[in-house]
């Protein structure tokens, strides 16, 4: 598996950002977010993510993990599998949504 380049930026909703909550970026377009939040069954705070492309997402495409890091990971791990399953047809599809909403 080829490892892709993810960055990470801080999430601006309203003008406004939020301590431990990412937008995920790949290419240059947002892919994802990774937040803080807290799992309600536990009573813990998590970092939660998520790929956030706008094509159908398997169940797999998001969760919850203990630290950021972690969910750094899991993250990774599941785009590259997402990205990977991509065809050159959806890819575009995605592109053209994204590249459509730009101001």
Do not use: Y
């Not at 994802?32 to 797999?60: C, F, Y």
């Not at 785009?79 to 053209?96: C, G």
């Amino acid at each position: 598996m080829i490892e892709q380049a993810l960055t990470l930026r801080p999430t601006v909703i309203g003008g406004e950002t939020a301590e431990g909550d990412f937008t995920v970026i790949h290419d240059g377009r947002e892919v994802g977010r990774i937040r803080k939040t807290q799992d309600l069954l536990h009573g813990t705070e998590v970092s939660a993510w998520n790929i956030t492309v706008p094509l159908p997402m398997p169940a797999w495409c998001h969760g919850s993990a203990e630290s950021l890091e972690a969910a750094k990971w899991a993250f990774r791990c599941a785009w590259e599998r997402f990205h990977s399953e991509l065809s050159k047809d959806e890819i575009a599809r995605w592109h053209h949504t994204h590249d459509a909403r730009k101001p």
